[in-house]
């Protein structure tokens, strides 16, 4: 009867330490696999967000501006790279420079893309590599209301000019015989010295005097003669970056397949143009 007592006693007792056993072994299990699952999703969370850093010079309403008392940046070229950027699957970061600054800073690797209304012209291409063309602009004449002498671009032949540094307005500002031309680094600096009557005329992009004019501007000033040289308008990459290149065209027919670019023109312009 003893040994039979013993003998269940051990019994048991083997039971029981088998029971902790599994218990213990079932935690560290649970416990690992609590771990690996940290351990992912650390790794995921790891991974760096993709950023397309966007070089632009926010004075060049409706293409790019700031509106008073805000950080953010508006307009066409601004909603454009935001779309192109996220069909791309990247963040857009815009970095605000001189427009003179913008292929510098491109080719130092210190942004991305450009978009800041940029023309394609041979000059250019020489030092940047652009996308297909996003929009079709020209050039047009800006004088103050009161001011009956000038009717084309031909009548600014000896007079003042005031343009945008390093803009396709000045270098046809340039061309003009014997014109005294002043260059400011933004199209407001250049508006507020037509405003003050230090130049005759300003020679700027027929979108951007257009909005200017719609947004107030024609109570003071009024366009004159034709838009010359019609221009295409290119997002800009690092020369010889062919594959960014590439892929910014590539979004760029998506969103005018999906209509998204159609909604942005709308935005901006009013009509899309066909």
């Known amino acids: 009867m003893y040994l039979s007592q013993n003998w269940l006693t051990i019994s048991k007792g083997e039971m029981m330490m088998k029971k902790i056993l599994f218990l213990v072994?079932?935690?560290?299990?649970?416990?690992?696999?609590m771990i690996a699952?940290?351990?992912g999703g650390d790794k995921k969370a790891a991974e760096p967000e993709k950023v397309l850093r966007v070089g632009t010079e926010p004075t060049f309403a409706p293409f790019e501006f700031q509106k008073e008392g805000s950080k953010s940046y508006d307009g066409f070229d601004m909603d454009?790279?935001?779309?192109i950027g996220k069909q791309m699957g990247y963040k857009v970061e815009i970095v605000s420079m001189g427009f003179d600054a913008l292929i510098p800073?491109?080719?130092?690797?210190?942004?991305?893309v450009v978009a800041a209304g940029m023309s394609i012209n041979e000059e250019r291409q020489k030092a940047v590599t652009f996308s297909e063309p996003y929009y079709t602009s020209g050039l047009i004449v800006m004088v103050n209301k009161d001011n009956n002498e000038v009717k084309s671009v031909k009548d600014l032949e000896g007079k003042r000019i005031a343009c945008q540094i390093g803009t396709t307005g000045e270098k046809n500002a340039r061309n003009v015989a014997n014109a005294k031309v002043t260059a400011f680094?933004?199209?407001?600096?250049?508006?507020?010295e037509l405003k003050n009557k230090g130049v005759d005329a300003i020679i700027n992009d027929s979108p951007v005097v257009g909005y200017y004019l719609a947004q107030g501007g024609n109570a003071s000033m009024k366009t004159v003669g034709d838009i010359m040289e019609a221009e295409q308008y290119?997002?800009?990459v690092k020369k010889g970056n062919d594959k960014l290149a590439g892929e910014i065209n590539k979004a760029l027919a998506e969103l005018k397949k999906n209509g998204e670019y159609d909604k942005i023109y709308k935005t901006w312009f009013g009509e899309v143009k066909k």
């Open 105 to 112: 800073a491109l080719n130092s690797g210190n942004i991305d």
């Open 25 to 33: 072994m079932a935690v560290l299990t649970a416990a690992s696999m």
């Open 234 to 236: 290119g997002l800009a």
């Open 80 to 83: 454009l790279a935001r779309a």
């Open 37 to 39: 699952g940290c351990g």
């Open 185 to 192: 680094n933004t199209n407001d600096e250049a508006v507020m």
